[in-house]
């Protein structure tokens, strides 16, 4: 399994970002997924921020930081997860990472399902910096 990132960069504050993150090595319709995106500032923790649950029929899931500003999407022909980013602050500048955990995933809550410990395939991660 290969998670590749793309289009972080530098965007003012209040600013948009798309962010995007491509997989290969399996393929989504035959298997239960969870792909998620975390970030990780220098000094911090990884955050997961957002998430799509395939077992949920494509839930998403966002951590209150990001919620109502960041959009995950998918499309699944193209095996890419997309995070657009708006009202960017300079908080939100950090590496942004694309994570895939397989199997089964039903009635887990989104803590759980943010945390990093469930996701065993990493990209290598984008960085978004944001300027004021």
């Known amino acids: 399994v290969q998670l590749v990132e793309s289009g972080g960069g530098l965007a003012q504050a209040g600013g948009s970002l798309r962010l995007s993150c491509t997989a290969s090595?399996?393929?989504?319709?035959?298997?239960?997924?969870?792909v998620a995106w975390f970030r990780q500032a220098p000094g911090k923790a990884r955050e997961g921020i957002s998430c799509?649950?395939?077992?949920?029929?494509?839930?998403?899931y966002y951590a209150d930081t990001v919620k109502g500003r960041f959009t995950m999407s998918a499309d699944e022909s193209e095996n890419t997860v997309y995070l657009e980013m708006k009202s960017l602050k300079p908080e939100d500048a950090a590496v942004y990472y694309c994570?895939?955990?397989?199997?089964?995933?039903?009635?887990?809550?989104?803590?759980?399902?943010?945390?990093?410990?469930?996701?065993?395939?990493w990209g290598q991660g984008t960085q978004v910096r944001v300027s004021t």
């Open positions: 994570a895939v955990s397989f199997g089964l995933n039903i009635g887990v809550g989104r803590q759980e399902l943010l945390g990093p410990g469930r996701y065993r395939h």
């Open positions: 090595g399996f393929t989504v319709d035959d298997v239960s997924y969870v």
């Open positions: 799509i649950n395939s077992s949920e029929g494509g839930r998403k």
